[in-house]
Every structure is written in structure tokens, then in C-alpha cells.
């Protein structure tokens, strides 16, 4: 079988490699070789390298060669020290339409009119002047990095679920790995999510059961009406579904 080419026509989901890669490592108790590692994504038509595993967010070598699951708890910080993913070199700036080449390279314009170039390598984004302003890796088990060419940072994206709980979490390295700032932690479920932002404060957002949607920010000044404003929508959409049952028990004939 001839393994595939990472290009954007025939790029595999990286996130199905990941959960596949852990789960044979946990079938062999947590630990296992590259080779067993590598076997697996040979059947998803992908040849696995060792500095793929580098990259790939739950997984590290351990000191005696194995490689071994690292889960990311809820709550857990973001580690202080990461492996920057380098940069492969990059493509020239786009100077014509947006569009697919015969390659699958996507080009494209953002709404602050710079311009883009997305392929299986992730994505580049040049100031309109065809200077590069930010490098993007591709996407893996909910990690994604992204590098600041002029501030020459790296701001990584870490997005998981836990018991159908969304766990978002954000922080700012420099170019050698080190943690500059946890920016953002967030959690969802249901219509409730609650985020902690360095800058913006601590955010709750809430979707009522009448479909009014709410967003209460610890540094607004009007905090405190908006939360009067949740508490009464609540309360609304509880009699709705108060009056809703009776209705339906009266049809019965039964009261209560």
C-alpha cells in the first residue's frame, strides 16, 4: 500500500490519527514503541515520524524511549514550557485571486484585507505589502499554534471536551518555548459557559429556555442589572414550562 501525500486534497483528519494513536496506548497500558504507534497511522495511510508524535498534544517521549499519554486535566494550567512547532518555509505572498491551484494550496483575502495561504503545511498570513504577519500549524487533537512574526510570539490553542463539557484554554510563549502569559480559560455545557480572560475579566453566558441569550462581564459596569435581567428571564422560562405541564396534565384530566 502506498502511503498518501499530506496535501490538502488528501489530507487525513490529524484529530482521528491522534484519537487512534491514544487509544492504542492505552490498550498497551499507557506506554508503547514507535513501531506499534507507527503501524496504527500506517493504517489510517499516514507515515507517522517522530516529529510528528513531537507535535501532537497528549503524547510525549518517556526518558527510557517509550512513548507514553500525558491527558490534559480540566482546570490544568497550560504547561510553562512547550516544543515550538517550526515553521516550514513559507510561500511566496499571493498576488492573485483567491482561489484553489492545482495542488489544493488555498489563497484567500481576510476582512482586514490581508492576504492568506492555507495547505497541508497550515496557514500564512501576509500584510497586504506581501510581508509575513502570522504562521498558523495545522490543527491536532484540538492544539493549534500560532506564530507572531513581529512580536515573535506564540499564542497556543488548546481545545478539548470532558464529559460533554467544552474546556478552552489559551496562553502566549516566546520563541523558545517559554510561558509569557496563561491569556484565557474557558468551559461550556449546555446553555451555561464561563470564561476567565487576563484582559477581559471573568465572562458568564447564558441561553435562557426562552431563547434570550445573556453575557455578564466582571468589568462591566451594568453587571449587576444584566444578572436582575438573567435571574427574571430564568424565572420566566420556568413558569412557561410550569404552565406548559399543567396544560398538558389538564388534557388528562389530571390535576395538580
Same mark, same amino acid.
Given at each position: ?16 490519527? !491522534? ?15 514507535? @513501531?506499534? !504507534? ?27 524511549? @517509550? ?30 485571486? %483567491? ?63 470532558? %464529559? ?34 487576563? @484582559? ?57
Amino acid at each position: 500500500m502506498r502511503l498518501r501525500e499530506l496535501t490538502n486534497n488528501n489530507m487525513p483528519d490529524m484529530a482521528q490519527v !491522534l484519537t487512534a494513536l491514544k487509544k492504542k496506548l492505552k490498550d498497551e497500558g499507557g506506554a508503547a514503541g514507535f @513501531d506499534p !504507534l507507527k503501524a496504527v497511522a500506517k493504517k489510517m495511510d499516514v507515515n507517522l515520524t517522530p516529529a510528528m508524535l513531537k507535535g501532537m498534544s497528549g503524547i510525549k517521549m518517556h526518558r527510557d524511549g @517509550d512513548y507514553i499519554l500525558e491527558e490534559v486535566a480540566p482546570g490544568q494550567a497550560m504547561p510553562k514550557q512547550i516544543k515550538v512547532i517550526k515553521m516550514p518555509t513559507p510561500p511566496q505572498a499571493p498576488t492573485g485571486p %483567491d482561489g484553489t491551484d492545482e495542488n489544493g494550496t488555498r489563497m484567500g483575502t481576510t476582512p482586514k484585507g490581508n492576504r492568506s495561504v492555507s495547505n497541508g503545511g497550515g496557514t500564512y498570513i501576509f500584510t497586504p505589502k506581501g510581508q509575513l504577519m502570522l504562521y498558523m500549524t495545522p490543527k491536532m487533537g484540538g492544539l493549534q499554534q500560532t506564530h507572531n512574526i513581529a512580536k515573535q510570539t506564540v499564542t497556543v490553542n488548546f481545545d478539548t471536551a470532558v %464529559d460533554n463539557v467544552g474546556i478552552g484554554q489559551k496562553a502566549t510563549y516566546d520563541m523558545s518555548g517559554k510561558l509569557i502569559s496563561g491569556d484565557a480559560t474557558s468551559m461550556k455545557s449546555g446553555p451555561m459557559g464561563i470564561s476567565v480572560d487576563k @484582559d477581559k475579566g471573568s465572562t458568564v453566558d447564558y441561553t435562557s429556555l426562552t431563547g434570550n441569550k445573556h453575557s455578564i462581564n466582571s468589568k462591566d459596569p451594568k453587571r449587576m442589572d444584566k444578572m436582575s435581567a438573567m435571574k427574571k428571564d430564568m424565572g420566566q422560562g420556568r413558569a412557561a414550562i410550569k404552565t406548559g405541564q399543567d396544560a398538558a396534565l389538564n388534557k388528562l384530566g389530571i390535576k395538580r
